[in-house]
Antibody, heavy 120, light 105 residues
Framework: QVQLQESGPGLVKPSETLSLTCAVS?????????WGWIRQPPGKGLEWIGS???????YYNPSLKSRVTISVDTSKNQFSLKLSSVTAADTAVYYC?????????????WGQGTLVTVSS | SYELTQPLSVSVALGQTARITCGGN??????VHWYQQKPGQAPVLVIY???NRPSGIPERFSGSNSGNTATLTISRAQAGDEADYYC????????FGGGTKLTVL
């Protein structure tokens, strides 16, 4: 059974960088698939942030691209998100998820999500 | 950027059929995926590529997609189906609809 678990600070100061990691178990990232990050502000809908392939190729939401970096560590079977210059608008539950492929493919396994609050 | 439009809320009587729509320009030419999200939980994929059910999803859940509207249909609605539902497509980027709250009366 594929499982994903997000981890990272729950509180980040404005203008700083948000950093989260997603640990994957039950499946080797090196075996394939894409791995993505999605966020959900409190009481609002889902927003895709970006996704990465095990080889390291990435694709990002154009609206966030200038501030986002997603990386993968196959030796630890995990991938990470960095979002720079955060503001209160970046306060959200952040989910990591497995994606079957690029474009026209769903997110079939999700982590439980982690709330990140941007506040001084 | 591509936009997906969902009704904010849909109500259905217990045991009846609920239909949740997802509107977008020529969405019928795209693959649509649907997620169910219950309060405090992560989304769960219930339909992928318009009309396919993942393993473990009841046959009561079905989907269709044509023209400018994709539809998630929930037959014989149960209290446990109360949740938010989101559609998703790819259009040079992953796009989610705004979500629909389903209430089972």
């Amino acid at each position: 059974q594929v499982q994903l678990q997000e981890s990272g600070p729950g509180l980040v100061k404005p203008s700083e960088t948000l950093s989260l990691t997603c640990a994957v178990s039950g499946y080797s990232i090196s075996s394939g698939y894409y791995w993505g990050w999605i966020r959900q502000p409190p009481g609002k809908g889902l927003e895709w942030i970006g996704s990465i392939y095990h080889s390291g190729s990435t694709y990002y939401n154009p609206s966030l691209k200038s501030r986002v970096t997603i990386s993968v560590d196959t030796s630890k079977n995990q991938f990470s998100l960095k979002l720079s210059s955060v503001t209160a608008a970046d306060t959200a539950v952040y989910y990591c998820a497995r994606q079957v492929g690029v474009g026209a493919t769903p997110f079939d396994y999700w982590g439980q999500g982690t709330l990140v609050t941007v506040s001084s | 950027s591509y936009e997906l439009t969902q009704p904010l809320s849909v109500s259905v009587a217990l045991g009846q059929t609920a239909r949740i729509t997802c509107g977008g320009n020529n969405i019928g030419s795209k693959n649509v995926h649907w997620y169910q999200q219950k309060p405090g939980q992560a989304p769960v994929l219930v339909i992928y590529r318009d009309s396919n059910r993942p393993s473990g999803i009841p046959e009561r859940f079905s989907g269709s997609n044509s023209g400018n509207t994709a539809t998630l249909t929930i037959s014989r609605a149960q209290a446990g189906d109360e949740a938010d539902y989101y559609c998703q497509v790819w259009d040079s980027s992953e796009v989610f609809g705004g979500g629909t709250k389903l209430t089972v009366l």
